[in-house]
């Protein structure tokens, strides 16, 4: 097949990733677009030890297998469908699912370190920034990690104050001046999502 057309989507930790992704990807046809996520090649966190768990940063580049990661993106580049484990950030309450990822003619590449690794980043066409003011995104980060992931209160904020943050600072705000689009997610308003959706895809004359 042709190189796909590259669209590589990065976001602080709360600016509504999720909620862009769904919102973006219901504008076109299944056939028509593939998304491929940073956050199914964190090296599982059994590997190490209890005391390394609990300060264990997920939050730098090391902690993806970034190996894996750009050989699956390779692997849709040539036309090959990539079968991953889903991961479930430790929830033991949620059965992993077996990911197929097909090639398709438009590849969102998603995750917090995507424009940090250069091999990954000289493949993206067209960049988005998704932020938020810091106040709406920790309220999201507790929110999701309080709820979803289990976590306690204390554990969420040790992390945001000395992983999350720093982690945004160092590897994705230096690359927000070369994103073709930044979004400022404050509200989840799908207005916002929806007008760059339509932007994007009359760019690619798909609609």
């Not at 209890?50 to 730098?60: A, H, S």
């Not at 990661?69 to 949620?94: A, K, M, W």
């Not at 000395?162 to 945004?168: G, K, L, S």
Request: proline share 6%; net charge negative.
């Amino acid at each position: 097949m042709d190189k796909p057309y590259v669209i590589g989507i990065a976001g602080s930790s709360g600016s509504g990733k999720t909620f862009f992704l769904r919102r973006f990807l219901n504008y076109f046809q299944p056939d028509q677009v593939t998304l491929i996520s940073q956050d199914d090649y964190y090296i599982p966190a059994n590997t190490k030890t209890k005391e390394e768990n609990r300060l264990y940063n997920f939050d730098l580049p090391t902690a993806i297998n970034r190996e894996s990661f750009f050989y699956d993106i390779s692997q849709l580049f040539g036309g090959h469908t990539v079968y991953r484990q889903e991961y479930t950030f430790n929830n033991p309450d949620i059965t992993p699912k077996m990911l197929e990822i097909k090639p398709a003619p438009i590849l969102i590449v998603e995750g917090l370190f995507i424009f940090h690794y250069e091999e990954v980043n000289n493949l993206l066409d067209y960049r988005v920034f998704l932020d938020a003011e810091e106040s709406v995104a920790l309220e999201r980060r507790l929110q999701r990690d309080l709820i979803e992931r289990g976590y306690d209160h204390d554990d969420v904020m040790y992390k945001w104050i000395n992983h999350v943050v720093p982690a945004y600072e160092q590897y994705l705000v230096p690359f927000k001046p070369i994103c073709d689009l930044v979004i400022i997610n404050n509200t989840n308003d799908p207005k916002i999502i929806d007008g760059a959706a339509r932007d994007i895809s009359i760019g690619l004359k798909i609609i």
